[in-house]
């Protein structure tokens, strides 16, 4: 690449070319091979998405959040370009740029991107194997990388332009990824309904038996409780049962669960934000942090670096209280529903080890199918 390669490789979907995004021989080169004008765009691929974001700036807090949710992933996403970058992947639209992280086992650690497309001739069909590939292509690429027999359904590509403003998303083109799992990462803010929520949930698994034991397993005498999605407001309900001294934080993603909750929780020991894990939390101390069903939303190096912030915020002797859907040890447990896009459980031993890591003495408080109560106290 450095030097002005062009490289066929197999991707998460169907075979594609790359090259250096920055450097017009090497493009020109890709797209004489692909025989593809110059003025059709083109994806710009990273290896970690993470890099992808430091990259784009100008990327809002909505855009940022939507492409947590569905990156990396079989997805091109349309972003907003107002800062022109990547002009050669732009081709005649340069206020719009492409955005491909995929999922390839060791390319993770890749430190910088790639112009991609591809690789067949321009309205040709997509290569699924390495000799679907066509011939003249192969022969003149500089490196043939051969990634066996892929899915074979090019990604979805979704066109976010106008979702920081407003919400407004589409897709452009179907692909790998179908619409229930792109809807279900983009409008998450409307997954749940507070009119719905506590009818659904009763039915699809054990609510309120996980919702007591997450209560006992909070102990008693905290003054000061953070709770991390606090939803309608089941949980902290009971919590200020039990903690009758308490004054309680909780934050939540979705405004509407919010506004229930406030209709129902005594406004003199509450005080309710919309803000998602992932933001940062609320100034502590606390002496009890306690989440139901919200964690497992987050991916697992979220939830790593989630516990670590917990353990900040946590007073002397404060303890976490965690009830959640985990990944179960006998796959005849997973009982859960769960949503493609939205869900994300962690194996039970996952999330003990990062407790563990972020200075936590773990134990397993209440364990039933893939459901769990961790109680995390601060060393």
Request: glycine share 10%.
């Amino acid at each position: 690449m450095s030097v002005g390669g062009v490289a066929v490789f197999g991707a998460d979907t169907v075979y594609g070319l790359a090259c250096d995004v920055h450097n017009p021989l090497a493009v020109a080169r890709l797209y004489a091979l692909k025989r593809r004008g110059p003025a059709k765009p083109s994806a710009v691929m990273f290896f970690d998405l993470s890099l992808a974001v430091e990259a784009l700036p100008e990327l809002g807090p909505r855009t940022l959040a939507a492409l947590e949710r569905l990156l990396p992933g079989a997805v091109t996403v349309l972003l907003p370009n107002p800062g022109l970058r990547y002009p050669l992947a732009c081709g005649e639209g340069q206020l719009t740029l492409g955005l491909r992280v995929p999922v390839l086992a060791g390319l993770e650690g890749v430190k910088w991107p790639v112009l991609q497309s591809s690789a067949n001739f321009a309205g040709g069909p997509e290569a699924v194997r390495l000799e679907d590939v066509p011939e003249a292509i192969r022969r003149r690429a500089d490196m043939v990388i051969d990634g066996g027999e892929l899915p074979g359904t090019a990604s979805t590509v979704i066109d976010l332009r106008a979702y920081e403003a407003d919400g407004d998303w589409r897709i452009a083109r179907p692909g790998a990824v179908g619409e229930a799992e792109v809807r279900a990462a983009l409008e998450w803010q409307f997954h749940f309904h507070p009119e719905t929520y506590a009818s659904t949930i009763r039915e699809d698994l054990d609510y309120d038996r996980l919702q007591d034991e997450l209560a006992r397993a909070s102990g008693t005498g905290a003054r000061r409780v953070l709770e991390l999605g606090t939803g309608t407001g089941e949980t902290a309900e009971r919590l200020l049962a039990r903690h009758l001294e308490a004054e309680l934080v909780g934050i939540d993603e979705n405004a509407e669960m919010l506004s229930a909750a406030r209709s129902r929780l005594p406004p003199e020991r509450v005080s309710l934000r919309v803000a998602r894990l992932q933001d940062p939390l609320p100034e502590g101390p606390f002496d009890l942090v306690a989440s139901a069903l919200c964690v497992h939303h987050l991916r697992g190096p979220e939830k790593r670096d989630l516990f670590g912030r917990v353990r900040e915020l946590l007073a002397p002797g404060g303890r976490f209280a965690l009830a959640d859907v985990v990944i179960p040890a006998d796959s005849a447990d997973a009982v859960s529903p769960l949503t493609p896009g939205f869900d994300h459980p962690s194996p039970l031993g996952d999330q003990l080890a990062w407790l563990t890591e972020a200075g936590f003495q773990t134990r397993v408080a209440w364990a039933q199918a893939d459901l769990t109560v961790v109680v995390a106290d601060a060393r």
